[in-house]
């Protein structure tokens, strides 16, 4: 009898050894929170970096129930998996139109750019194109026109939807928020448009005089706590988790990970972790990181790998191999602690992790 083997390139692979579990209830909670303080104001989500790195396939249809209408992402990229879930009408790019082939995009799909300079409202006019948005520059000098560039005759011909600006300090108490907050004035009574956005997350807290008609979250809504007027509102959404792959027996004097900067002074049952900075926990976690098992600390020994993390396991003897336990993310915590910026947190972690909705329900 001839058996003929599949195609091993059709094989499924086995359930990952890393998981990026969603607290979707504490996101929808963070989104109503975020639209509770923006007042009168509408309240969207920044989901560019695939939602910072939790999944736009998980986050999109979690905020869309919750009532969320405006999407922003920065990548044209980006936009196939938002407008899986969302009318393409209701998202933005916000790294805007920058050839023939995203004005074509963007026509095809129905799908807003935001324009970010005259040379961008000129390729959208000439294209015939509808309704877009229009970022200007207020301070931060990154994208969007000029304040000199808002009598241009250009922007009185084509269809303003948002017009946006940014916060370069949202997250300090600066001068530069109420000058902002000034020139966007300007930018309003200047430039025609149907709704003016100016707050991101941390902008939300500097009051109602920063909420104009639709204000774009991002951070906060993954539990980032960009300002202390979030803490206790605000909770954690993402839950990273590593199986453990060996249990060893260290001996006092045995050497840990590569170039041995941590030596056992005592008997420790060490887990060896299938995580490393490969997928964004990265070596400045050596030594100092921690997970947990069960509410139980595990210290991470000695260097962080590419692919693996060895930790000790002392206060969790039932923990063994195939155990799932938590890397220590609580962002304002985790971000004091490693000098990594809460964002950078959640857009670190790698593709390695599984973001499958079958371990969605976390409570
Ligand atoms: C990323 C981004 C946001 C969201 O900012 P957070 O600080 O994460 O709330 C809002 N607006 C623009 C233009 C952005 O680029």
């Not at 539990?223 to 979030?230: E, M, T, V």
């Given at each position: 009898m001839v058996t003929t083997l599949p195609d091993p390139a059709l094989v499924p692979p086995p359930p990952a050894a890393l998981r990026l579990r969603l607290d979707a209830a504490a996101l929808a909670e963070n989104w109503r929170a975020l639209a509770r303080m923006s007042g009168a104001a509408a309240t969207g989500a920044a989901v560019k970096a695939d939602a910072y790195g939790l999944g736009a396939a998980r986050v999109v249809p979690t905020l869309a129930a919750a009532g969320c209408r405006d999407w922003f992402v920065?990548?044209?990229?980006?936009v196939p998996d938002v407008i899986a879930h969302v009318p393409a009408g209701q998202v933005a790019v916000l790294?805007?139109?920058?050839?023939a082939a995203d004005v074509a995009f963007a026509l095809r799909t129905g799908v807003r750019p935001v324009l970010n300079s005259l040379e961008q409202v000129a390729r959208w006019h000439e294209a015939g194109g509808g309704a877009c948005h229009v970022m200007v520059d207020?301070?931060?000098?990154?994208?969007g026109l000029a304040?000199?560039?808002?009598?241009?005759?250009?922007?009185?011909?084509i269809d303003i939807d948002l017009v946006l600006s940014h916060l370069a300090s949202a997250d300090e108490d600066t001068a530069q928020n109420a000058q902002q907050l000034a020139r966007f004035a300007q930018v309003r009574s200047a430039l025609p448009g149907r709704r003016y956005s100016l707050a991101n997350s941390a902008g939300i807290?500097?009051?109602?005089?920063?909420?104009?008609?639709l204000t774009r979250p991002g951070i906060a809504l993954y539990?980032?706590?960009?300002?202390?007027?979030?803490a206790g509102t605000i909770g954690q959404t993402a839950y990273p988790e590593a199986a453990v792959v060996q249990v060893r027996a260290l001996q006092p004097g045995d050497r840990v990970g590569y170039n041995a900067t941590f030596v056992a002074d005592r008997p420790i049952r060490a887990g060896i972790l299938a995580t490393g900075y490969a997928d964004?926990?990265?070596?400045?976690?050596?030594?100092i990181g921690a997970f947990s098992f069960r509410d139980k600390i595990l210290p991470v020994l000695g260097r962080v790998s590419m692919d693996l993390v060895i930790v000790d396991l002392s206060a969790a003897?039932?923990?063994?191999?195939?155990d799932w336990v938590a890397i220590d993310y609580a962002l304002p915590a985790a971000s004091a602690a490693s000098g990594l910026s809460q964002y950078e947190l959640l857009t670190?972690?790698?593709?390695?992790?599984s973001r499958s909705a079958d371990f969605n329900a976390i409570r």
């Open positions: 920065a990548h044209w990229s980006e790294h805007g139109p920058l050839n207020t301070g931060m000098n990154r994208l304040m000199a560039d808002l009598g241009h005759p250009l922007l009185a011909r807290a500097l009051g109602a005089d920063y909420h104009a008609d539990g980032g706590i960009p300002r202390r007027d979030f964004g926990y990265l070596r400045c976690w050596s030594n003897p039932e923990c063994g191999e195939g670190l972690l790698g593709r390695r992790f």
